[in-house]
């Protein structure tokens, strides 16, 4: 711990003297005094390699200190290579691969910094007291991580079983008034024994008054003691559990630690000129959040000075400054921080990204968000050479699933020739979270409130039929819409899908759908607990939470299931629950390609169908005007009259107004399946999706 603790401090201090920033003859003592410590407390358990490095940079930053000697770039190279080569030697001894390393064992960067420091021609410091083991101040106690989990775990199951005590207050109060009442029925009893019962009546009543009396004070006590002693249970136990989670809460630098240092380097391999630039780096959150973050944040730095940033030659050409920047920056969010990775380069190239998606069979659409959504598929890389740092498909795929598995999303937004931003969003800490309870096929589920954006009671008419997959009209556009059920594989509702129930509207990672659930439950703050070893596996579940009723609710990933679900075919065509076509339905299809109407007439026939052609809308509104029609199937980019115009005439015709129309055409953006619904149509085919099962699917719901 105190190897990792130095090397940091190191790290920081060398890479702003680098730069120029801050006050170097402090910077320089600093970086002295932490070498320094560093041998003597290396000397004290007899870890050689780390004493002989420290040394020779000792001997690097005493000629600098004191004027004998500048820090030229060599000079900068042995000293950072000098923190690799201890950092290296820690990481070892942590792992007990090595006990008490000699140099002839040190690392080969660590060899080097001896014969630099012999060139410094400097005399070796005296010898190093042993460092005190102690933190700065005197006043912090190291303790394992560990211990403090478990300390956590064991507050949460205090508080919980304080808030279930709180429960049960509520029925002895409700004892306490039946008490209150029997004694006044009694009064009423006892006045009528009094008038006219015999004495030794009269006695047995007064003394059973008595006891019903004195039991019905002792319980207004009982309640009244219960309920000051509750009150200071639960503050203390409230106290006690948000102690213990400040004890997790790391600042965001931590999560951060080691950034500056790779764009320093990485930046110099490449032959560019990149600043970097930490905002934000005192907000605090959860540790395991900080932990699990660092991946992410490594990856989206390395991509973004390795892909994002220009060469010098191209940032001149473009009018840029010579010296990009890329910033890290963290902000709390309510119970939330929100992290942005920013960078002033050239942005993502959306042809590029197109003609990745298409080498790969993957569907491209001409929206905006979901074109730059491909980038976080496994494997989905635009470079065109692999190198040393990327190009090989490897790390944005990373970045979404380990967000997701914190119950948080990304976003990405990139302006070409501007630069590029990503922004991870997730909870301050893992082991509580808001949840909303849902109950599905009988069992009850919690969704992290993050990852939910809205709430409502399914209305059958707002269903859509887009592609051959239901989609629900919402305030958020046109989303998925999914059983959370056969999602999860559990035995589906009874109701017919889109037929009562509620919809959970999600945002996991960059995708947005609504669930159908049978109820809402609750939304409450819930104690997270793993799965353990044996059942770490389980698809779906990112753990398990005790509810206040002691019941027990899986915590879902809404990310993995969203994906399984989205992933999985729409449904079997439908057709065939239709049973046979008793009478022949007439279908009208119009669309000015010939090969088009001929292809989907043959389908429509061999199903049953009676079929009628129209080259244009004009032509197909003159057929409904003449003929029974059940059912119209258009294009929409047609000349003369469109499948929008003919749909909206069909809308607002006083003979016609209920004729289901499915349209199908190549235009396949959110904006223009919304005006196709908007005109009033039933369902819309992208062509680039087309096949014959979804469009009988289609045609038999509606006829």
């Known amino acids: 711990e105190e190897v990792a603790e130095h090397v940091r401090n190191f790290n920081r201090d060398l890479l702003g003297l680098e730069r120029g920033q801050g006050d170097s003859p402090a910077l320089l003592q600093s970086l002295f005094r932490t070498a320094h410590n560093l041998k003597g407390a290396a000397r004290a358990v007899d870890v050689a390699a780390i004493e002989t490095a420290c040394h020779g940079m000792e001997d690097i930053l005493a000629r600098a200190r004191d004027g004998e000697r500048s820090l030229d770039a060599e000079a900068f190279r042995v000293l950072f290579a000098g923190a690799d080569a201890i950092e290296e030697a820690g990481a070892a001894i942590k792992e007990k691969l090595v006990a008490a390393p000699s140099p002839a064992h040190a690392p080969p960067a660590a060899a080097a910094v001896a014969p630099a420091a012999a060139a410094a021609s400097a005399p070796a410091p005296a010898a190093a007291p042993v460092a005190d083991r ?8 190291r303790v394992a991580a560990e211990k403090v989990d478990t300390v956590l775990a064991r507050s949460g199951e205090l508080l919980l079983a ?6 049960r207050r509520d029925e002895w109060t409700a004892l306490a008034d039946a008490g209150t009442g029997l004694a006044t029925d009694f009064r009423r009893l006892h006045a009528l024994i009094a008038a006219s019962a015999p004495r030794d009546i009269r006695s047995a009543a007064l003394n059973l008054g008595a006891g019903i009396d004195k039991l019905k004070d002792g319980l207004e006590r009982a309640v009244a003691e219960a309920a000051t002693v509750g009150r200071a249970l639960m503050r203390s136990a409230g106290d006690l559990d948000s102690g213990v989670r400040s004890l997790r809460m790391v600042p965001f630098r931590e999560a951060a630690q080691g950034l500056e240092r790779m764009v320093r380097d990485l930046s110099l391999a490449a032959g560019k000129d990149v600043a970097f630039r930490l905002v934000g780096q005192e907000v605090e959150l959860d540790r395991a959040v900080a932990e699990r973050l660092k991946d992410p944040l490594m990856h989206l730095v390395r991509n973004a000075v390795d892909h994002g940033i220009e060469s010098p030659a191209e940032r001149a050409a473009a009018g840029k400054a010579a010296t990009a920047v890329i910033t890290v920056s963290a902000a709390l969010k309510g119970a939330q921080v929100e992290i942005a990775i920013d960078d002033d380069g050239r942005g993502l190239h959306r042809e590029r990204i197109r003609e990745a998606a298409r ?13 730059l959504a491909l980038v976080f598929h496994p494997g989905f890389s635009t470079a065109r050479t692999l190198t040393a740092v990327s190009g090989r498909g490897v790390g944005l795929d990373v970045v979404k699933s380990q967000v997701n598995a914190l119950h948080g999303t990304v976003g990405l937004e990139s302006v070409d020739g501007v630069g590029t931003t990503f922004t991870l969003t997730v909870p301050l ?5 808001r949840a909303l309870l849902v109950e599905c096929a009988g069992r009850t589920f919690a969704i992290a409130t993050t990852q939910v954006m809205a709430l409502r009671r399914l209305i059958p008419r707002e269903v859509r039929n887009v592609g051959g997959r239901e989609m629900l009209a919402a305030a958020h556009g046109l989303l998925p819409l999914v059983s959370m059920a056969e999602a999860l594989g559990l ?34 703050d819930l104690v997270v607990t793993g799965l353990g070893r044996r059942l770490r596996r389980v698809p779906h579940v990112a753990g398990c939470a005790l509810l206040e009723d002691g019941g027990i609710a899986l915590i879902l990933s809404a990310a993995e299931l969203a994906e399984t679900a989205l992933g999985a075919p729409a449904g079997p065509p439908r057709a065939a629950a239709v049973g046979p076509v008793v009478a022949r339905r007439r279908v009208l299809v119009a669309d000015d390609s010939v090969t088009t109407r001929t292809l989907e007439k043959a389908i ?7 079929v009628r052609l129209a080259a244009d809308g004009h032509q197909a509104w003159r057929i409904l005007q003449k003929e029974t029609i059940d059912l119209v199937v258009a294009d929409v980019e047609m000349p003369g009259m469109d499948g929008f115009t003919l749909t909206e005439t069909l809308r607002h015709s006083t003979v016609l107004p209920r004729v289901p129309v499915i349209l199908v055409t190549s235009l396949s953006s959110d904006k223009d399946r919304a005006r196709g619904l908007e005109a009033g149509a039933d369902a819309y085919i992208v062509k680039s999706g087309f096949d014959r099962s979804r469009l009988l699917e289609a045609v038999a719901r509606l006829v």
């Not at 589906?492 to 899908?497: G, I, L, T």
């Not at 129930?501 to 409450?524: K, N, S």
């Open 359 to 371: 080498a790969r069979g993957m569907a491209v659409s001409t929206d905006d968000r979901d074109l």
């Open 134 to 141: 102690r933190d700065g101040d005197g006043d912090t106690l």
């Open 162 to 167: 304080v808030r279930q005590t709180e429960r």
């Open 429 to 433: 800490t893992v082991t509580l979270i």
């Open 491 to 524: 035995p589906a509702p009874r109701r017919d899908r889109g037929k009562g129930g509620f919809v959970v509207m999600v945002e996991a990672g960059t995708t947005r759908l609504a669930f159908v659930v049978d109820e809402l439950l609750a939304e409450q």
């Open 604 to 610: 429509l026939e061999e199903a049953g169908y009676e």
